[in-house]
């Protein structure tokens, strides 16, 4: 299957301090990627989508100035957030689809983040 | 939006038990996707269903499409099979995910 790796896979930062989360499709190019979210003992959320070469698209309820994402090359998504605050603390998770139609999902590890 | 329902919740077996969790989803998908949880946090890809039985070692999956259904089948279950169980759909061709709630499986020794 499809690898996707994410950095860091911990995080401790300071109240008002951004982080960067990066991912990566080590094994093919993903023009999408997507950004999710996970409070302890439920479910992820879908957070936004990452478009390679143009905006990310937010779903609804998510700050586009909190959470930035860039896409700039065919194999890296990054997802930084800005002026972090407790209640930012949680496991982010990303995701993309290898090219060839099935549309199947593969997830990388996760970066847990904990805001002081 | 489509609305994922898994069942049960929770779910402790001893080993050696088998078992089946189910998920419900409200509309036609293009993908349905089930994924075992790791205690680290890491998603394994189990099956990719959008329909039809597909088969891998001791876990099965079943999607009946018409019906709104998939059911995951776990047989002979390990101590490693312990974690939680997603079911994520795709509607509509935009790739995004939905996701059900989960099921937490405890396989004892």
Redesign the interface.
Known sequence: GAVVSQHPSRVICKSGTSVKIECRSLDFQATTMFWYRQFPKKSLMLMATSNEGSKATYEQGVEKDKFLINHASLTLSTLTVTSAHPEDSSFYICSASPPGGSYEQYFGPGTRLTVT | GIQVEQSPPDLILQEGANSTLRCNFSDSV??L?W?HQNP????I?LF?IPSGTKQNGRLSATTVATERYSLLYISSSQTTDSGVY?C?V?QGGS????????TKLTVNP
Request: glycine share 14%; hydrophobic share 40%; aromatic share 24%.
């Open positions: 293009n993908n996707q994924f680290w946090g890491q998603l890809n990719y997603f994520a795709e790739e995004k995910l939905v996701f059900g709630k989960g």
